[in-house]
């Protein structure tokens, strides 16, 4: 399985950027980058996902290295709501989905 | 409300017992996964089950097992509990869920079902 690997934590004030950095060197032609992210006491929810070029949504950005071996899901704003563990795992085509242990971000008032 | 259905909520039952847990997908979802979290660890997938067929196997023990019902719905089956198989277990669930297309589908988790053992 192509692996992820992360920081385990990272700290950010409240209402200024926040950038997830995220390597993925084994990554496969045919990978997706997928970004999950659990609040406490909850289900892991679905922020973003792409394949090759950057991608944009309502909850964040996702900027992919041209050789695709990195990623950085950026969160333009954070608030508190955002304090959660992030995951970033790469799907491939037997659709066995594997999560590491992500990284704990810690917002700041 | 990610739309996937997990049931019960909590259950507290006694080490050697079995429990079954159980799971809806969101409507029209053919894939259904079930990974177990313990306190302050990460997400460990056990199994993917495709339109009723075992589609992926991950760290799941041979006290476990699961299947997914014509209906689509899912059960996760823990026998012979022990002490260590108290966490928390999700479903979670995909649009179509193999082949080419399923790489870039979104995943939905359920809310979880705390299970404790003592």
């Known amino acids: 399985d192509a692996k992820t690997t992360q920081p385990n934590s990272m700290e950010s004030n409240e209402e200024e950027p926040v950038h997830l950095p995220c390597n993925h060197s084994?990554?496969?032609?045919?990978?997706?980058i997928h970004w999950y992210r659990q609040l406490p006491s909850q289900g892991p929810e679905y922020v973003i996902h792409g394949l090759t070029s950057n991608v944009n949504n309502r909850m964040a950005s996702l900027a992919i290295a041209e050789d695709r071996k990195s990623s950085t899901l950026i969160l333009h704003r954070a608030t508190l709501r955002d304090a959660a563990v992030y995951y970033c795992i790469l799907r491939n085509r037997d659709d066995k989905i594997i999560f590491g242990k992500g990284t704990r971000l810690h917002i700041l008032p | 409300d990610s739309g996937v259905t997990q049931t019960p909520k909590h259950l507290i039952t006694a080490t050697g017992q079995r429990v079954t847990l159980r799971c809806s997908p969101r409507?029209?979802?053919?894939?259904v996964y079930w990974y177990q979290q313990s306190l302050d660890q990460g997400l460990q997938f056990l199994i993917q089950?495709?339109?009723?067929?075992?589609?992926a196997k991950g760290n799941i023990l041979e006290r476990f097992s699961a299947q997914q019902f014509p209906d689509l719905h899912s059960e996760l089956n823990l026998s012979s509990l022990e002490l260590g198989d108290s966490a928390l277990y999700f479903c979670a669930s995909s649009e179509r869920g193999h082949g080419s297309f399923s790489s870039g589908n979104t995943i939905y988790f359920g809310e979880g079902s705390w299970l404790t053992v003592v």
């Open positions: 409507s029209g979802d053919l894939s």
């Open positions: 089950y495709y339109n009723g067929e075992e589609r």
């Open positions: 084994t990554i496969s032609g045919t990978d997706y």
